[in-house]
């Protein structure tokens, strides 16, 4: 079965630090990738996606992930994290085999220090 | 804000009771998905409603009925449940169900507790 781990439940960062969090899939097909973050009391909201093309790719409010498909791997990063990231951090999958059927990662909550 | 609405945002029931999660998007897609997110446990799916036909039914338990009338409404019958089906239940839509281009939306969820 696919599966999406995310190896970090809990990360914190003083502000300005940089972040990397990892998300790994089980999946041997095309997939599309997708990082999702859902603020305190606010709902999920879309952060960056991967379809094809260029594996590096940005997002909203500085993020950027790398996809590696050798490695299975589409990590987050931002190289300086603002209080206002501090917020849970989802890792998703689908695959062009499935019906619209996203997997989750469990989430990493990520608190910035001021 | 979010073009996904959700009522009531609170829910509170015993588990002799049948309520009803309302999920609305304004949108114009024609997917539409509802999931169950419990405390560090990750998001899981529970079914799936493409163009009104429901694609996907994530072995969830007959206590939970699924309803869409149409491409912009979704709803979730519940009745006779259990203090572990309490958690945050998330309404989502996206253009369609599809193994492509597929980013969902989310609603703001409902938070539903069983006594």
Partial sequence: ?114 | ETGVTQTPRHLVMGMTNKKSLKCEQHLGHNAMYWYKQSAKKPLELMFVYNFKEQTENNSVPSRFSPECPNSSHLFLHLHTLQPEDSALYLCASSQEASGGANEQYFGPGTRLTVT
Wanted: aromatic share 14%; proline share 4%.
């Fill in chain 1, 1 to 114: 079965a696919q599966s999406v781990s995310q190896h970090n439940h809990h990360v914190i960062l003083s502000e300005a630090a940089s972040l990397e969090l990892g998300c790994n899939y089980s999946y041997g097909g095309t997939v599309n990738l997708f990082w999702y973050v859902q603020y305190p009391g606010q709902h999920l909201q879309l952060l960056l996606k991967y379809f094809s093309g260029d594996p590096l790719v940005k997002g909203i409010k500085g993020f950027e992930a790398e996809f590696i498909k050798s490695k299975f791997s589409f990590n987050l990063r931002k190289p300086s994290v603002q209080w206002s990231d501090t917020a849970e951090y989802f890792c998703a999958v689908n695959s062009f085999s499935n019906t619209g059927k996203l997997i989750f990662g469990q989430g990493t909550t990520l608190q910035v220090k001021p």
